[in-house]
C-alpha cells in the first residue's frame, strides 16, 4: 500500500480512539522515520476542546461539499497526531483538497497540545 499525505483513511476500530476503540476517519499529514502521521476527522468540536479556547487552533473545519467522502461538514483535530500502521488504514477514501492543506498545517503549527516531534516531522513533511 503507497500511504502519503493528504490521503484519508477509514480505520475501523481504530485502537487509537478513546475511551474505546471505534470507526475513526484519519488524515496522513506527514511521515516520521517513514511511518505515517495521522490526525482524526470528527463531525464536531469535542466539548472539551471548546471549552479549551487555547485548542481551538487545533480544528480545521472541512467541507463535505469538497469532499465526497464526508457525509456533512466536519473538522480536522491536530491535538494529537498519531504513528499509524498498515493495519490501521482499512480503506483509503479519498484525498483532502488543495484548499483546505495549508489551513491545515497553520493548525499544526499553531497547535500547542501536538507532541514536539510529530509537529517538527510534519512540517518538514511539507516544507519547500
Known amino acids: 500500500m503507497q500511504v502519503e499525505t493528504w490521503q484519508v ?5 481504530c485502537r487509537h480512539a478513546e475511551p474505546n476503540p471505534k470507526d475513526k476517519y484519519l488524515v496522513i499529514v506527514g511521515f516520521i522515520n517513514g511511518t505515517p502521521l495521522g490526525v482524526f ?27 465526497n467522502f464526508l457525509k ?14 498498515s493495519q490501521d488504514l482499512d480503506k483509503h477514501l ?13 493548525s499544526v503549527k499553531d497547535c500547542a497540545s501536538i507532541r514536539n516531534k510529530h509537529k517538527k516531522a510534519i512540517l518538514a ?4
Do not use: F, W
Open 72 to 85: 456533512y461538514d466536519s473538522y480536522v483535530d491536530c491535538t494529537n497526531a498519531y504513528e499509524l500502521s
Open 125 to 128: 513533511s511539507h516544507s519547500k
Open 9 to 13: 483513511y477509514l480505520s475501523r476500530n
Open 94 to 106: 479519498g484525498d483532502v483538497d488543495e484548499n483546505h492543506r495549508e489551513t491545515i498545517l497553520k
Open 41 to 67: 476527522i470528527n463531525s464536531k468540536i469535542r466539548p472539551y476542546i471548546q471549552k479549551q479556547p487555547h485548542l481551538m487552533v487545533c480544528e480545521t473545519q472541512i467541507a463535505q461539499q469538497d469532499h
